[in-house]
Nanobody, 121 residues
Framework: QVQLVESGGGLVQTGGSLRLSCATS????????MGWFRQVPGNEREWIAA???????YYEDSVKGRFTISRDSAKNMVFLQMNSLRPEDTAVYYC???????????????WGQGTQVTVSS
């Protein structure tokens, strides 16, 4: 099965930047999508970005223009560059994996353990 491990979270000031990394292993899909969710305590998990096996990218409106998802296929890694961070970006960020984009956005098959991002005001 697919395993995902996130890293790179931490504390940053408003307007600052962080780069999250996701190391993957065990993937078996010939076509696939990877992406990122985030969750604030007490809220539902929110899809924010995805990237296809071809490199096409997709973003939720609240992060479009500020966050960039990318990949390094040779290293089996996915990244999320987060710029112009706001306090409302504070959440646990999860790396996710699925064979179909709509499934990933609505309920991914595989999740990482999450990494905390805190944006101070």
């Amino acid at each position: 099965q697919v395993q995902l491990v996130e890293s790179g979270g931490g504390l940053v000031q408003t307007g600052g930047s962080l780069r999250l990394s996701c190391a993957t292993s065990g993937h078996t899909f010939s076509t696939y999508f990877m992406g990122w969710f985030r969750q604030v305590p007490g809220n539902e998990r929110e899809w924010i970005a995805a990237i296809s096996w071809r490199g096409n990218t997709y973003y939720e409106d609240s992060v479009k223009g500020r966050f960039t998802i990318s990949r390094d296929s040779a290293k089996n890694m996915v990244f999320l560059q987060m710029n112009s961070l706001r306090p409302e970006d504070t959440a646990v960020y999860y790396c996710v994996y699925d064979s179909m984009l709509l499934n990933l956005q609505r309920g991914p098959a595989y999740w990482g353990q999450g990494t905390q991002v805190t944006v101070s005001s």
